[in-house]
């Protein structure tokens, strides 16, 4: 059998056809169901319209060398979008529940998942559906949850190639509560602030920075490589714990590299720049991409050549390699279904 070849519409724009949903009403969730991809029916008033009670997910199922549809790292995510969810105080889904809608809507979509470099990307999705326009102070009686399934290409239009990114010192991603959440209403936090800056410079994406503490983007960690190591932000609750983060730290581990999570400031980063080291965003839908310059104020801080760094395409590939099984899932991180 022929697989799909990976997309060349722009990411999240091209939808499988089957989706999984379950709700939740008079304090229990219903029975999950598998149903076609359609507008769903709301209600005026519902909850997430005027407040903003929305998280997500963001996973992948990969194409196998051998044929076989691989779920990368399922409960890594179900259990961040489970925090999401009571950070949002939308009612909680439970493990089983959840894993079982992710496997069923990639099981129903299995014949869309492209082979690499494409993948299927999984949006398990919670929003709170009471039609309550007075219930700004107290979360949704009632939710709806769904696992969307989107066929996708390169996320950066264009593929692989080194990014611009700019540097933000003064606006923060989102509020400190919300940091370690997939909580739809960071991205509108961000949104303003990214537009601005890809007008102004040209940028690809923004890099948040806040009082010199280099943290992410809006929706991928940033990491500095060289020959020797790896450096990233050490985890705390203000910022997103990437999946794809924590896999890349350990296969750098696994493949040799010093790793170091700990306070990663402006100043090393320039000087990171300047004697040659790589910079790159990670993230399920970026996977590790190439950071080639950094705009902060009036400056361009080069990494590299404006080419793409060896120690990032290195890493890039071991993770790919892993995703469609051309090397032993040693961590057991992925899931056949
Ligand atoms: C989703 C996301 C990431 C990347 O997380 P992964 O689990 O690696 O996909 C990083 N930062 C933000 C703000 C995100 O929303």
Redesign the pocket.
Known sequence: MAYPPPPTTPFGTQFAPIMTTASFKGGAWTETEVVPVAPIPFHPATHVFHYGSACFE?LKAHRGLDGSVRIFRLDRHVERFRGSTEVLMLPDPGVERLTDMVIRAVQANAAHVPVAPGSLYLRPTMIGTEPNIGAAGSPSKEAMLFVLCSPVGDYFAGGLRPLKIAVETEQP?TTPMFGRV?AAA?YALALAITQQRKRELGVDQVLFAPHGDVA??????FMLIDDDRVVTKALDDS??H????DSLLTMARDLGYRVEERHVGLDEVISWAERGGEAAL????AVLAPVGTLAYKDREIRFGQGDIGKNTLRLRQALVDLHVGAVEDTHGWIRVV
């Open positions: 963001g991603r997939k960071n992410e983007t809006g929706a991928s960690n910022f997103l990437g999946v794809t983060r990670s993230g399920t839908a």
